[in-house]
């Protein structure tokens, strides 16, 4: 019981860090920097999650988070579930593939995370979508991509944070690897 618990709070932890995040970047950055693409701040907490969770913890999270993040954009519910969706999955295919422990590695995932997202988001509307996507804002979508990775380094030892109060153990794939 005690385990179903602190799972239950580690999610809680990350849907509460994904909603701040994603409330600075679509209120605070605009107020600042006005319609300059800002980076993409709650991406890291879904990378983050894809990494060091199982397929099935990384997925009930990419449905909670398309639920949690559906009120701070126009873009619909299902098709954003979805989106987060195909953003979990590639980031776990590339983990089988190409795999370190680091911030380093979180940032460099976040900013191709971004960047897919745009281009899943694109495919998606495209297929399933009753408004696709007509004129894709691309210099846009290279500097969100860009920018995206800045912000990983400092959440990184938030997150693992999260992990050590919720006693969440670390992935057993914790050594480095390339295959």
Sequence with gaps: MKENLLRATNLLLF???AMVLASLQTSLWFQIFGY???????I???VYIALFRSTLEAVLF???MGVALAAMTTMPEGLLMIVCLALILSTQILKSRIYWTSSSYLMMVSG????SFHLFHLIASYIIGDHPLT????????IEALLTPLA???????FQ???KVTNREPPTEASAQVS
Excluded: K
């Excluded at 191709?112 to 960047?115: C, E």
């Excluded at 004129?135 to 290279?142: A, E, G, K, Q, Y």
């Excluded at 990983?152 to 938030?158: E, G, M, R, S, T």
């Design 62 to 64: 990419s449905y909670v």
């Design 15 to 17: 849907v509460m860090a």
């Design 135 to 142: 004129s894709p804002n691309i210099m846009d979508w290279l």
């Design 112 to 115: 191709i995370a971004a960047l």
């Design 161 to 163: 944070w999260f992990d």
């Design 36 to 42: 300059f693409p800002g980076p993409a701040l709650w």
């Design 44 to 46: 890291p907490c879904l």
């Design 152 to 158: 990983a380094p400092p959440l990184f030892p938030i």
